[in-house]
C-alpha cells in the first residue's frame, strides 16, 4: 500500500508539473524571417502585404533599402518575431506603439497577430479598453460630418465592394465611431493614416472576424520599446514612435531618434537588481536604431526560478516553431545606464553609416526559439 501510494503521489507531482508548463504564459510570438528580392521593382509594400507585415515596421528593420526600387536579389529582414505587450494575455490587444494586433483565443491556441493601420496626428486611436459591441460582415460605409466637411464631395454612403473603405468586414467597439475593420488602401496598413479606427489587410480581418464573438475585451495600450527576458537574457524591442513613423513613410535623415524617461523607466524595472550585467551600450543602439524586432543586450545572466514560464514558445499564426538560433555573440561592455540619457538632438546617418547599420542590424537579429540548446 505504501508504495503503492509513493507512485500515484509521483505521478501526481509529474502531471501537476506537465500541467503547469502547458498553461506558462509565452513572452513573445514569430520568428525572425529574410527575403530576396524577386525583381528590380520589388517595393517594400508590396513585400509587406505579400508577408502580413506593417510597411513602417518593414522600413524601419531595412533602412538601407529604397523602398521603391530595392533591387534584384537584396536581402530583405522581415521582423516577424515580436516581444508580447505588456497587458493582459486575453482576447484582443493592440498596440498602437507598433502598429499591431494580438489576438489571444485562449485554450492553448497559438496566438496570433496582425498589423494595423491607425489613428493619423489630430486623430488618435484612443487608449483604454472596451469591448466589440457588434460585429457586420460586408459592412457599409459613411462618412463623419468631420469628414463631409472637409470633403464635401463624399458620397452619403459607399456600399460592400473593393471601393468600400470598412473593406470586407467591421468588428465595431464600445467608442463610439471607432471599429477594427478592413481596409480599400491596403499601403496604408502599418501607417498612421486613418481618422482613428484601426485596419487591417482585408485577409486578416476575415480571419479574425469569425473567432471573436460580441462582448470579446480589446485592450489598447501604446508601447513602443518593449522587454522580456528569456533564458536568463534580456532582450528589448523598440519601435519608431509616432513622429519618427511619420518620418520614416518619407525618409530616414534627420529623424529624431530621442529616448523618453518613460521608456527608460520601463526599462530601468524591468532589469531590476541585474543592470550592473547588462550591455548598456547595446540598449542604446536598440534605442538609436528602433529596428522594430527583439535584439538580446545581455550575456545568460539570470537563473530564473520560473524559467518554464519565461521560455515557453508562442507559435506564430500557423502554429509552426523556428529552428533557428542566431543568437549574437554580443561582448558585454560596463556602460553606466546613467550614460543613457533622455535626447531630441536629431542623428543624421551617412550612406556609409547606414550600410554599417544594416550589418549590425543583422548580427542583431535574433531568433529566440531553441535557445536552451
Avoid at 189 to 206: A, K
Avoid at 212 to 230: C, E, F, S, Y
Avoid at 284 to 308: E, F, T, W
Avoid at 319 to 338: C, L, M, R, T, Y
Amino acid at each position: 500500500m505504501i508504495k503503492l501510494t509513493r507512485s500515484l503521489l509521483v505521478a501526481a507531482l509529474v502531471l501537476s508539473a506537465v500541467s503547469s508548463f502547458a498553461h506558462a504564459e509565452p513572452t513573445y510570438v514569430g520568428e525572425m524571417q529574410d527575403y530576396r528580392t524577386v525583381r528590380e521593382d520589388d517595393t517594400l509594400i508590396e513585400i509587406a502585404y505579400r508577408e502580413n507585415l506593417g510597411y513602417v515596421e518593414l522600413r524601419a528593420a531595412n533602412p538601407s533599402l529604397d523602398p521603391w526600387l530595392p533591387g534584384y536579389n537584396e536581402k530583405v529582414i522581415l521582423p516577424k518575431q515580436h516581444l508580447l505587450p505588456d497587458a493582459p494575455h486575453k482576447d484582443i490587444v493592440i498596440n498602437l506603439g507598433e502598429m499591431r494586433l494580438y489576438f489571444y483565443p485562449g485554450k492553448g491556441r497559438p496566438i496570433q497577430t496582425y498589423p494595423l493601420g491607425i489613428g493619423r496626428e489630430g486623430l488618435l486611436t484612443p487608449k483604454g479598453t472596451t469591448t466589440i459591441t457588434r460585429k457586420k460582415d460586408k459592412p457599409s460605409w459613411s462618412p463623419t460630418e468631420r469628414m463631409r466637411k472637409e470633403k464635401p464631395e463624399l458620397p452619403a454612403t459607399v456600399g460592400p465592394g473593393p471601393d468600400n473603405p470598412m473593406g470586407s468586414a467591421a468588428l465595431y467597439l464600445g467608442w463610439p465611431l471607432y471599429a477594427i475593420h478592413g481596409t480599400n488602401t491596403p499601403w496604408g496598413i502599418g501607417r498612421r493614416v486613418s481618422s482613428g479606427c484601426l485596419r487591417m489587410y482585408n485577409e486578416d480581418i476575415t480571419k479574425l472576424y469569425g473567432q471573436v464573438p460580441v462582448g470579446t475585451t480589446v485592450t489598447v495600450v501604446d508601447q513602443p520599446v518593449k522587454t522580456a527576458w528569456i533564458d536568463g537574457r534580456f532582450y528589448i524591442e523598440a519601435h519608431p514612435n509616432a513622429y519618427q513613423s511619420d518620418k520614416i513613410v518619407n525618409t530616414y535623415e534627420d529623424i529624431d531618434y530621442e529616448v523618453s524617461e518613460k521608456e527608460l523607466s520601463a526599462i530601468f524595472k524591468a532589469v531590476g537588481e541585474y543592470k550592473d550585467q547588462i550591455d548598456w551600450k547595446d540598449v542604446r543602439k536598440a534605442l538609436r536604431y528602433r529596428a522594430g524586432y527583439p535584439v538580446v543586450v545581455s550575456g545568460k545572466i539570470k537563473d530564473n526560478a520560473d524559467k518554464k514560464t519565461e521560455d515557453k514558445l508562442a507559435t506564430t499564426n500557423d502554429g509552426h516553431k523556428s529552428d533557428n538560433d542566431v543568437v549574437a555573440d554580443i561582448p558585454v561592455q560596463k556602460v553606466e545606464p546613467e550614460d543613457i540619457k533622455p535626447s531630441k538632438k536629431p542623428w543624421k546617418k551617412t550612406k556609409a553609416q547606414k550600410e554599417v547599420d544594416t550589418e549590425e542590424r543583422q548580427d542583431q537579429a535574433v531568433s529566440l526559439t531553441d535557445l536552451n540548446n
